[in-house]
């Protein structure tokens, strides 16, 4: 089902659904913005997606505001680089409080670089958090990564295996709560359908996760499918 808010004039995109199905964070370049690309809120009203409100000059800024993700417990995750960070693309959180938000603050060092670090998600314990990055050191031009917190910090980053990174880019994952499966774009590979294709990956018995498939023409299109998101049931 089409996004009643979508238009041929500017971009819609990045979505992500809050727990309860009542709240869709995205971006847009859409006139009135702030910046490149601002985070845009719509909210369900008997089943109707409302006119989408700009999350205001708290969260966006004259940059980019990129890449939403809204945990189980409300916090909001994105990207942006309009802000004082350590380069390029930069994670940040902020968590609603009423009709505002609170001030974001940065993921800090070791989850941010001075590289670009986007789409990040997390277990439902809050203890595992994935994102991708084209840091220095990994295996491609873009890498999806994990990071554990140890109850005061996250730990450095680690690029996954071959099952999931290649020499390529794989970017925008979403990982399930209960962290057995995993859902990434992989761009320009042999087996895919079209610019960029849907991946899932399944962990096994041993916390392995195990090698990466295409979802398929019932996921994927001849164009970019990306920025994937399962709701909640």
């Known amino acids: 089902e089409n996004f009643p808010f979508n238009s041929n004039d500017y971009s819609v995109g990045h979505a992500t659904v809050t727990k309860d199905g009542k709240r869709l964070y995205f971006v847009s370049d859409m006139p009135g913005g702030y910046g490149q690309t601002d985070l845009y809120l719509s909210e369900n009203v008997n089943g109707q997606w409302q006119k989408p409100e700009n999350l205001g000059q708290a969260i966006n800024t004259e940059g980019r ?19 004082a960070g350590l380069g390029g693309l930069d994670l ?3 968590v609603p409080a009423m ?4 001030e974001p603050q940065s993921l800090g060092y070791p989850i941010n670089s001075n590289f670009d670090e986007f789409g990040f998600a997390l277990n439902n314990d809050l203890k595992t ?13 873009d890498d999806i990564y994990f990071s554990k917190w140890d109850g005061k910090f996250y730990n450095k980053p680690v690029s ?18 209960n962290e057995d499966y995993l859902i990434y774009t ?12 849907l991946y899932i990956s399944f962990k096994d018995k041993k916390g392995n996760w195990q090698q990466a498939k295409n979802m398929g ?5 001849a164009f970019m499918d990306y920025c994937p998101f399962v709701a909640a049931d």
Do not use: C, Q, W
């Open 129 to 141: 958090g994935y994102f991708s990055s084209n840091r220095a050191g990994g295996k491609g031009k």
């Open 186 to 197: 992989a761009y320009a590979r042999k087996d895919g359908l079209g610019s960029g294709d």
């Open 217 to 221: 023409t019932t996921v994927n299109s």
């Open 99 to 102: 009709d505002a938000y609170f």
């Open 160 to 177: 996954l295996d071959s099952t999931i990174n290649s020499t390529g880019y794989e970017f925008n994952a979403f990982v399930s709560p």
């Open 65 to 83: 505001e990129m890449f939403p993700y809204v945990h189980e417990d409300g916090t909001l995750f994105f990207s942006t680089d309009g802000r």
């Open 92 to 94: 940040y959180f902020t």
